[in-house]
């Protein structure tokens, strides 16, 4: 079983910047693809990025490609999703995501594990 636990969210102002984190409670953290999705009241869940086993390969939404990092550290098992200049429409709950297939994926289905969110709210 893995537990993820996401962490940083909060209220910014537009231009602002926030940092999650995810935390995950398993032995083989390196055998995870992990991910980062969105959901804003109404809508679908949403990808934002994603990042391989090794954290050589990284995918970007295009919504969020050059505002947001994502990174992780597999000797503490953590995997960080840096976000600057937000604006209004990132507001969403933020999941963290574990992936068992090598591959990248924007689909949330493929995605074994889940966190419980943490919501990121963007003021104008």
């Known amino acids: 079983q893995v537990q993820l636990v996401e962490s940083g969210g909060g209220l910014v102002q537009a231009g602002g910047s926030l940092r999650l984190s995810c935390s995950a409670s398993v032995r083989t953290f390196s055998n995870f693809v992990m991910g980062w999705f969105r959901q804003a009241p109404g809508k679908e869940r949403e990808f934002v990025a994603a990042?391989?086993?090794?954290?050589?390969?990284?995918d970007y939404a295009d919504s969020v490609k050059g505002r947001f990092t994502i990174s992780r550290d597999n000797a503490k098992n953590t995997v960080i999703l840096q976000m600057n200049i937000l604006e209004p429409e990132d507001t969403a709950v933020y999941l963290c995501a574990a992936n068992l297939n090598p591959a990248l994926t924007r689909e949330p289905w493929e995605y074994n594990y889940w966190g419980q969110g943490t919501q990121v709210t963007v003021s104008s």
């Open positions: 990042i391989s086993r090794g954290g050589g390969r990284t």
